[in-house]
């Protein structure tokens, strides 16, 4: 499996943006669709954005679409989400996965996905 590590994280204004990274190694990180999930406190971890092995097809939550966008650089190895308009309420611990998938398939459950990096806080002030 592939190896995630997540950067970017931090302490962020109500209305402002950050950008995560998710630097890939291991392996071919073209081979694997791939998602950003975040866990808030007392909260279960929820899947918000999903991308497939080309970068051609995403999927979003209600509750970050338009406001999120997920890409990929293959070239570099590595997955962004790009937050802008953040609230109060995207305080949460973010997560990326990845996994192997030999098709354009976006898995949307926590369980389909067997490489996680360490996670980092983002932490929007209201």
């Known amino acids: 499996q592939v190896q995630l590590v997540e950067s970017g994280g931090g302490l962020v204004q109500a209305g402002g943006s950050l950008r995560l990274s998710c630097a890939a190694s291991?392996?071919?990180?073209?081979?694997?669709?791939a998602a950003w999930f975040r866990q808030a406190p007392g909260k279960e971890r929820d899947v918000i954005a999903r991308?497939?092995?080309?970068?051609?097809?995403?999927l979003y939550a209600d509750s970050v679409k338009g406001r999120f966008t997920i890409s990929r650089d293959n070239a570099k190895n590595t997955m962004y989400l790009q937050m802008n308009s953040l609230k109060a309420e995207d305080t949460a611990v973010y997560y990326c996965?990845?996994?192997?998938?030999?098709?354009?398939?976006?898995?949307?459950?926590?369980?389909?996905?067997?490489?996680w990096g360490q996670g980092t806080q983002v932490t929007v002030s209201s």
């Open positions: 991308i497939n092995w080309s970068g051609d097809s995403t």
């Open positions: 291991g392996r071919t990180f073209s081979s694997y669709a």
């Open positions: 996965a990845a996994t192997y998938i030999e098709s354009s398939r976006l898995p949307g459950s926590e369980y389909e996905y067997r490489s």
